[in-house]
């Protein structure tokens, strides 16, 4: 197994951090080392822009699509996306670490699908869902919440959130033909127990080792 960690928190010591502490700490004991891109950290840029290539095909208007393509085919994407797909196409399990905002992702995660998730790499015609090109990787979304897990159960209160989460696990990482994996949510761990925050430490690392135990 070939683990890879996305984290999007900008506080280290946030729950997000434990959660990708804790990930670590499991892979390492059933003998796995883990890839880590802490987005934040690596002040990676979730702007997609001119800047994303060396060598545009249409320097005077920017489709960036079209651009993303040509420039993957051509070698001339920006080094800090062609090492996130190295990083990507070497693992075969992927956690996104992120705290939900606005029912989504933070910005610089989105902006980490946006760019690295190119056109030919990721998906292409007739290379989606069962086709995609990251066919045999599984995903899976660890994520922390701002509010109690009732709320995420009422459509009429804060809605669904397997609802919110279908963009990201359908729309974004099955779509390039990965297989999801059931996320992992803790719920607004800023607000509950020491002991809570251990329970939910402890609850993560067990699903991990099942899925080490399953796909391993």
């Known amino acids: 197994m070939k683990p890879f960690i996305v984290l999007a928190h900008h506080e280290p ?3 997000c951090g434990a959660l ?4 670590i700490d499991s892979f390492r004991s059933q003998g796995y080392e883990a890839e880590v891109s802490d987005l934040y950290q690596m002040g990676f840029k979730p702007v997609a822009d001119w ?3 060396s060598s545009p095909r249409n320097p005077d208007y920017l489709k960036y699509g079209a651009e993303q393509r040509h420039a993957y085919e051509n070698g001339s994407l920006a080094p800090d996306i062609v090492l996130e797909q190295k990083k990507l196409s070497e693992s075969d399990l992927v956690l996104f670490i992120f705290p939900m905002w606005w029912h989504s992702v933070p910005a610089i995660m989105k902006g980490w699908f946006d760019r690295v998730l190119t ?3 990721a998906y292409g015609r007739n290379q989606t869902f069962a086709n995609g090109p990251l066919k045999g990787k599984r995903a899976m979304l660890v994520l922390t919440t701002g509010a109690e897990k ?3 159960e009422i459509e009429e209160d804060l809605g669904i959130l397997e609802h919110h989460l279908h963009a990201i696990e359908h729309g974004t990482l099955r779509y390039c033909g990965m297989d999801i994996l059931p996320y992992y949510a803790a719920w607004q761990p800023a607000h509950v127990s020491p002991e809570q925050r251990e329970q939910y430490l ?3 690392r067990e699903r991990l080792l ?3 135990k399953k796909y391993g």
Do not use: L, M
């Not at 990708?20 to 990930?23: G, H, L, N, Q, Y």
């Open 210 to 212: 099942a899925v080490i």
């Open 150 to 152: 009732e709320r995420y």
């Open 13 to 15: 010591q946030s729950f």
């Open 51 to 53: 800047n994303d290539f």
């Open 202 to 204: 402890k609850t993560f």
């Open 20 to 23: 990708k502490d804790a990930a």
């Open 119 to 121: 056109p030919g790499f």
